[in-house]
């Protein structure tokens, strides 16, 4: 995980980007959750976390179905393509948060 500062609350700097802080924790996956625990404390994580963007990626080696087959997450069977399909895919999201 990744947070972004919004650069326009800098006092004196507006337009300067400042650079993406990452975020270490700990994931836990199941075939329905995935759950990360950040490892900074409380108030380290709320210090942190001030006016800015969250950003989270996921990158998955291999996706199984319930019967540990491989697939991929990507729309080619439902799009119609042909080629060569990896398993695998990749999340990526944000979200805006107001400290």
């Known amino acids: 995980m990744w947070f972004q500062p919004d650069s326009t609350n800098v006092t004196g700097a507006p337009d300067t980007p400042l650079p993406i802080v990452s975020i270490f924790g700990t994931l836990k996956a199941t075939p329905q959750t995935i759950t ?50 990896l398993s695998g895919g990749v999340f990526e999201s944000w979200f805006l948060v107001k400290g």
Not at 52 to 70: E, N, P, S, Y
């Open 36 to 85: 990360w625990t950040p490892l900074v404390g409380q108030n380290g994580f709320k210090a942190t976390m001030r006016n800015g963007r969250v950003l989270i990626r996921l990158h998955m080696g291999a996706l199984l179905d319930t019967k540990d087959r491989q697939f991929s997450g990507a729309l080619i069977g439902i799009l119609g393509f042909t080629g060569l399909t």
